[in-house]
Antibody, heavy 121, light 107 residues
Framework: QVQLQESGPGLVKPSQTLSLTCTVSGGSISSGGYYWSWIRQHPGKGLEWIGYIYYTGSTYYNPSLKSRVTISLDTSKNQFSLKLSSVTAADTAVYYC?????????????WGQGTMVTVSS | DIQLTQSPSFLSASVGDRVTITCRASQDISSYLAWYQQKPGKAPKLLIYAASSLQSGVPSRFSGSGSGTEFTLTISSLQPEDFATYYCQQGTSYPYTFGQGTKLEIK
């Protein structure tokens, strides 16, 4: 079955760029009908959707983060990535990648295990 | 953005109880509502999509209902493994948003 796995640095300095990659296994990232999203969860808090990328390369970002977010795709590696620039302590969170299924009313049926990113000098 | 408000935020119940969690949307979201269960240190798990459709592999004691602006998640008979935090999520318009969560604790 399809599995997602996040990878990337667990510690990022303030003002630098956070970079994470999600590797998709057991299925193709180029399958239509699925959008590939990033979601984060601040410690002890709720969930915040960051944005998605479709296999065509089209993207949509949460307006609250849009000026700092880039999501990209590498179909040859079956991966998608998140870059968040100019990070501050407020970006400390667990970051999840997830699959958004359009026929399921745009719900997230598969999630990575999450990766904790701390912003600190 | 569409705001989702869950009630209650905390719920204390016993094994075998029937519990209901409500999610209210700030505007009509049709049936684009999903429910997730999250346990400490784990990713959320999809329980219900499209307001009332049970995700494959999820026990039938979980059910969802509602449309428009008011939705409910019901657990018919609580099991020990059901004590967790539950979130609703709307998928009708961007940005997708989540409720603040309902923490279900053992009484």
């Amino acid at each position: 079955q399809v599995q997602l796995q996040e990878s990337g640095p667990g510690l990022v300095k303030p003002s630098q760029t956070l970079s994470l990659t999600c590797t998709v296994s057991g299925g193709s990232i180029s399958s239509g009908g699925y959008y590939w999203s990033w979601i984060r969860q601040h410690p002890g808090k709720g969930l915040e959707w960051i944005g998605y990328i479709y296999y065509t390369g089209s993207t949509y970002y949460n307006p609250s983060l849009k000026s700092r977010v880039t999501i990209s795709l590498d179909t040859s590696k079956n991966q998608f990535s998140l870059k968040l620039s100019s990070v501050t302590a407020a970006d400390t969170a667990v970051y999840y990648c997830a699959r958004d299924v359009t026929i399921f009313g745009n719900s997230f049926d598969i999630w990575g295990q999450g990766t904790m990113v701390t912003v600190s000098s | 953005d569409i705001q989702l408000t869950q009630s209650p935020s905390f719920l204390s119940a016993s094994v075998g109880d029937r519990v209901t969690i409500t999610c209210r949307a700030s505007q009509d979201i049709s049936s684009y509502l999903a429910w997730y269960q999250q346990k400490p240190g784990k990713a959320p798990k999809l329980l219900i999509y499209a307001a009332s459709s049970l995700q494959s592999g999820v026990p039938s004691r979980f059910s969802g209902s509602g449309s428009g602006t008011e939705f409910t998640l019901t657990i018919s008979s609580l099991q020990p493994e059901d004590f967790a935090t539950y979130y609703c999520q709307q998928g009708t318009s961007y940005p997708y948003t989540f409720g603040q969560g309902t923490k279900l604790e053992i009484k």
